[in-house]
């Protein structure tokens, strides 16, 4: 979620009003701003894509509410220590948090482990082990519309007769002391981006957020008119019409089952009757088909953990087989794919499969990744139900990321324009009057300039690294992962620096290549990758030859807060996964918006933003999903490419070598061999095409006012990014809810 006090500010209309009081008592309110901690709750694009939903929503004035876990520690700080990433303890609540309200009255029970019984009257959990669910609301203000909605987070906290009762009898301080397995639930969050680890205290986590939640909802439901007579609602047809369940991603996926198990157990309702509710409440959004990220988790952690579940979903499963098998007739292998228990050494529960089948919609975040879900990862979920495949391409909130990160830019867009673009982005299409407008072009000159310069200080005060601000500002931000191919922009680094020291004298355009980004402690190559950046850096930035032509800097703990300075300074954006492997991207988005210029593959929201701009307008490279697919075909080989590219060998050679470590030779060995015999990401097979492109990069920067056209251009054109318009879709084409543009009455007038 990031900062919370100046988000406030914007979306209440009050920012220039509190700026100019605490001026009047002697303080600033940026100095204010700063104190505070990031609230950082999930991984990279996924969590903020959520936060950004969440804004839209209230700004929509749609009644939705965002569920979570009240992490005490969330998303670790990195720090950067001898080049090497080392993780410390986000300990973001040691002050207290005053934007969140405790709600004990809303305590609800969670239940673990047990076994199951089958009684003539129904289904019976019984045994089990009660962990309570205590919420904790923060408010999510629309912008400007009177509109205030909830994020509600669960912290686990154990029952007072926790290992209290028979066993444990002898000694109370121990049973005291066990609380905290119970309470250990929600103490930290799991920091693994694209990768799926089967931890059994996450399965506890995924559970324990989606059996709280769907008590909650079920109780708002009960407690809700509705125009309903009855004393206590118990009848359940009318729960899709007032009920959407959004899955982000397989991580809620126990909702359905869950579901299953609230209608079916608790509250009686017919097997079919439940299943039809079910699907009708619940959709599901899938942002990644990378397999090493899809949960498949054992079978046996199931029946230790969650017996009636497992039942529920080997039920599911044969219901679902069984209708397959029907339309199918003697096709083993379909069943064998499309099935929600995986067979094996290790039984294994498929979470994407279960989503599939128990949603009524099933969506990718960008028009490709979508196309590959439907032709892939899902093909044949698509040919049984191709109604229930959709696409919402992802987006951001203008609010945090243009208003209150670049409010330079906003103003002299607000100037031209007026305000209207603020809650509808599509009108920042009315720019492209102005991109032969030379005042115009001189602003989004200077509030770049200005932006840069800002940056460059804020560097040099908490880093004390000092960069040139009349170089262009090339950056790649995003978590640290093989196929975003933070080692692409590595090679191209050290092709600069060969470049400039085989020719010292030649005019060079200056470049500051900024690289920031978490890697999961547990991901080897992803610290390599790090470790890699730095050494560049440490050679490059102290090489006299150089001076100020190039840099490489890599910026250390990113997230929201630095997001948020960096991005409004940024000249090039670097979105350059292989084309296939990032679902959609949301950065690129938000620099796009900001007034940088994009260097990408025709992967992600990068299609579609070539398709909005003009692919003239963007820097795009590299083989597309079908050339990747060829290459798979043909077999693709690295050694072909560093026998054949001089440039290319000669960094690797470097690297090798020892040029970057000296003191340690053989330190980026590892890398090397990733890169020359198995790199699924093929880094080779795009650096001809990268250096090209790169160079063409150069060449527009030389031209200031073209350069400043394009970025023009691409302000222009980046209206359809707004999260506004993707809530939008999903209120209209799954949830079935009509946005409202209107504000509520504020609460000193009467309400009509």
């Not at 894509?49 to 876990?69: E, K, N, R, V």
């Not at 610290?527 to 090489?543: A, H, P």
Request: hydrophobic content about 40%; glycine content about 6%.
């Amino acid at each position: 979620m990031g900062r919370t006090l100046q988000n406030t500010m914007v979306n209440l209309g009050l920012q220039n009003a509190c700026d100019e009081a605490i001026y009047q008592l002697g303080l600033d309110l940026e100095e204010l701003e700063e104190i505070e901690e990031d609230a950082g709750l999930g991984n990279g694009g996924l969590g903020r894509l959520a936060a950004c939903f969440l804004d839209s929503m209230a700004t929509l004035g749609l009644a939705a509410y965002g569920y979570g876990i009240r992490y005490e520690f969330g998303i670790f700080n990195q720090k950067i220590v001898d080049g090497w990433q080392v993780e410390e303890a986000d300990d973001w609540l040691r002050y207290g948090n005053p934007w969140e309200k405790a709600r004990p009255e809303y305590m609800l029970p969670v239940h673990f482990y047990g076994r199951v019984e089958h009684t003539p009257d129904g289904v019976k959990w019984i045994d089990t082990q009660v962990v309570l669910a205590m919420p904790y609301d923060t408010p999510v203000p629309g912008y400007k519309n009177n509109t205030v909605n909830t994020m509600r987070l669960w912290s686990a906290k154990a029952p007072n007769d926790f290992n209290l009762q028979e066993f444990n009898m002898g000694d109370y301080i121990e049973a005291v002391l066990d609380r905290n397995l119970a309470e250990n639930i929600s103490r930290v969050l799991y920091p693994n981006d694209n990768f799926f680890e089967g931890k059994e205290l996450r399965l506890k986590q995924e559970y324990f957020v989606v059996a709280a939640t769907l008590q909650d909802i079920i109780r708002r439901f009960k407690s809700s008119k509705f125009g309903c007579r009855d004393p206590v609602r118990t009848c359940f047809e009318t729960f899709p019409d007032k009920v959407a369940i959004q899955l982000n991603d397989t991580h809620p996926a126990l909702s359905i089952p869950e579901l299953m198990r609230i209608l079916v157990d608790v509250e009686k309702v017919d097997w079919d009757k439940a299943w039809e509710i079910t699907k009708r409440t619940c959709a599901y959004t899938n942002h990644t088909v990378l397999p090493e990220a899809l949960e498949r988790w054992p079978v046996s952690m199931f029946e230790k953990l969650l017996p009636r579940h497992l039942e529920i979903i080997y039920a599911l499963n044969q219901m679902h087989l069984d209708r397959v098998a029907a339309l199918y007739p003697g096709d083993i292998d379909r069943l064998r794919r499309m099935s929600v228990i995986e067979e094996g050494d290790c039984k294994r529960i498929n979470m994407a499969h279960l989503c599939v089948i128990g949603s009524h919609a099933v969506n990718g975040v960008a028009r490709i990744h979508s196309d590959i879900v439907k032709n892939s990862v899902f093909k044949d979920f698509y040919e049984l139900e191709p109604e229930k495949f959709q696409n919402k391409t992802n987006g951001i909130t203008p609010r945090r990321w243009l208003l209150l990160c670049n409010p330079g830019l906003a103003d002299i867009i607000a100037e031209k324009i007026g305000e209207g673009f603020i809650t509808d982005l599509s009108q920042l299409k009315k720019l492209l009057e102005f991109i032969d407008n030379e005042t115009f072009i001189r602003d989004v000159a200077k509030v770049k300039q200005e932006n840069k310069l800002k940056f460059a200080a804020y560097l040099e005060e908490h880093y004390k690294v000092k960069i040139n601000p009349m170089s262009m500002f090339d950056v790649q931000v995003k978590r640290i992962h093989e196929y975003k191919r933070q080692l692409l922009n590595c090679l191209h680094a050290i092709t600069l620096y060969n470049r400039i020291r085989c020719n010292p004298s030649k005019s060079f355009v200056p470049r500051t290549i900024m690289i920031g980004g978490k890697a999961a402690p547990g991901y080897h190559m992803a610290k390599m990758i790090i470790k890699l950046i730095t050494s560049i850096g440490e050679v490059i930035n102290n090489d006299p030859y150089v001076g100020d032509k190039l840099k490489v800097i890599f910026l250390e703990n990113y997230r929201v807060s630095l997001a948020e300075k960096v991005i409004p300074a940024a000249d090039l954006s670097q979105q350059i996964s292989t084309a296939g492997t990032e679902a959609s991207g949301t950065g690129n988005m938000k620099f796009m918006v900001n007034g940088a210029l994009t260097i990408g593959t025709m992967d992600g929201a990068n299609v579609e933003m070539a398709e909005e701009a003009g692919e003239e307008n963007l820097f795009i490279f590299g083989m597309r999903v079908e050339d990747v697919e060829a290459l798979d075909r043909k077999g693709y080989n690295a050694r072909e490419y560093y026998e054949r590219l001089p440039e290319l060998r000669q960094a690797i050679d470097q690297i090798t070598s020892g040029f970057f470590s000296p003191r340690d030779p053989g330190c980026f060995k590892d890398v090397v061999n990733m890169l020359m015999y198995h790199d699924r990401f093929k880094v080779f097979a795009d650096y001809e095409a990268y250096i090209k492109c790169q160079g063409q990069v150069d060449q527009l920067f030389m031209d200031p006012r073209e350069w400043t056209r394009k970025v023009i251009r691409n302000i222009a054109c980046s209206g359809k990014f707004s999260s506004d318009r993707t809530i939008t879709e999903y209120a209209r084409e799954i949830w079935g809810v009509e946005p409202s543009a209107t504000a509520i009455p504020p609460p000193n007038l009467p309400r009509n």
